[in-house]
Nanobody
């Protein structure tokens, strides 16, 4: 399994921006679909966005479309989440996740946390109003 380490979280005012990074090691990065999830205390971990192994295909939940952008640099073994126009509702611990193989299965994109085998430790994003 690949090891993942997130960075870039912090405190930002509503309307501001942050860029999260997730550095991978111990595996062939380009074999993995990469995703970002987030979790608020007391709630289930929620899928946010994912990107295919070579990066041309991405998928987002509706609440972040047009505000967040997921990207990856396979030469640097890193995936990013650019977050713009942040809202208080975006406050959460953000986790990077990886799963080997294709982006789709039977026409469905992988978004269930149980489908991802490697996880980072999380980075806290706090958006103040």
């Amino acid at each position: 399994q690949v090891q993942l380490v997130e960075s870039g979280g912090g405190l930002v005012q509503a309307g501001g921006s942050l860029r999260l990074s997730c550095a991978a090691s111990g595996g062939s990065f380009s074999r993995y679909v990469m995703a970002w999830f987030r979790q608020v205390p007391g709630k289930e971990r929620e899928f946010v966005a994912s990107i295919s192994r070579n990066g041309p295909t991405t998928y987002y939940i509706d609440s972040v479309k047009g505000r967040f952008t997921i990207s990856r640099d396979n030469a640097k073994n890193t995936v990013y989440l650019q977050m713009n126009s942040l809202k208080a509702d975006d406050t959460a611990v953000y986790y990077c996740a990886a799963r080997p193989g294709p982006f789709y299965s039977g026409g469905s994109i992988y978004t269930d946390k149980r489908q991802f085998e490697s996880w980072g430790q999380g980075t806290l994003v706090t958006v103040s109003e």
